[in-house]
C-alpha cells in the first residue's frame, strides 16, 4: 500500500513521457517518509497560517564518498513551498523558492560545495559565495511587507562575514516551510527513476529556525525521513532541540541525536 502511494505521486509530478530532470519538490511515500527530503516541514493546514518568510542556520557538513567510483549528490537548505500542506501528506504546494549549500561528491571522490538558489520550475542557479565544511551559514527568505510576490533571498558566510543576495519576483502559493537535507530524485526521458545516491554526509546540525518571524516550534509530527525504494532508511532528522527552534539532520546513520548546544 505505501509503495503504491509514493508511485502515484510520481505518476501525478512527472509523467513517464517527460523529459528528464531533477524533481526538487518532495516525493512522498507516507505521511513522514519521502524519496528526496530528510528534515522538517511544516504546512499551512497544519499550522493555520501561510508563510512569506522563512530563515535557518547550519554548519556545512563535510562530505565523502559512501561508494568507491559513485558520483553522489546532496544540499542543506531552506524554502518556502514545495512540500505537504497537511501532517498526513496528503495535500502538496508545487511553488517552490528556496536556497542552500550543495555538498556533492564526483566519482573520483571529490567534494564540490557551493551555495545556491532556485525558484522552481526554473533550474538552480550557483553563487559565488565560497563554503567549506563547518562554516557557519544562515539563510533568509522573505517575501517584501510592500511589494507582494517580491521576495529578498539572501545567504551569510558567518565564518567569513561575507553574503550573497538577490531581489526577484516571483508567484508563491505560500503553503508550505521546510529546513532538510536532499538528495536529488531524477526522472529520465524513458520514465526511469533514480534516487541520488546521498554521500555519506556528517550531522547538519539546523538552528535558530523561524517562520514569518517567529521561532519555528518544532513538533515530532512535522519530521520527515529520507527512504530508499525498499523503504530502508537514508537520512533522518533528531527531535527537536530544547527550544524547539533545531535539530540535528543525519544521513546514513542508526540514530540521531538531539543538539545539545546553540549554534551561536
Known sequence: MRRSAWLLVLAVLL??????????PIVVVAANQSLNWAGY????IEKGTTFHSISGEWLVPKAKQLKAGEAEYSSSWIGIGGGCLDTACTLFDSTLIQAGIG???DAAGSADYYAWWETVPAPLIRTGLVVRPGDHMR???????LAPEVWTITIA????????????PYTSTYGTAEWVIETPVVISDT?????????????????NATANGLPAAFVAAEQMQLVDFDLSLIATPSLPDSDTDGFNDCAHRKSCPTPRSELR
Open 157 to 168: 558566510n558567518l565564518s567569513t562575514s561575507i553574503s550573497f543576495g538577490i531581489t526577484l
Open 15 to 24: 509523467p513517464s513521457s517527460a523529459p528528464s530532470r531533477t524533481e526538487r
Open 191 to 207: 520514465g526511469a527513476v533514480t534516487v541520488g545516491p546521498m554521500p555519506d554526509l556528517a550531522i547538519v546540525h539546523f538552528d
Open 139 to 145: 539563510v533568509d527568505i522573505a517575501e517584501s511587507a
Open 103 to 105: 555538498h556533492d561528491v
Open 41 to 44: 516541514t511544516q504546512g499551512s
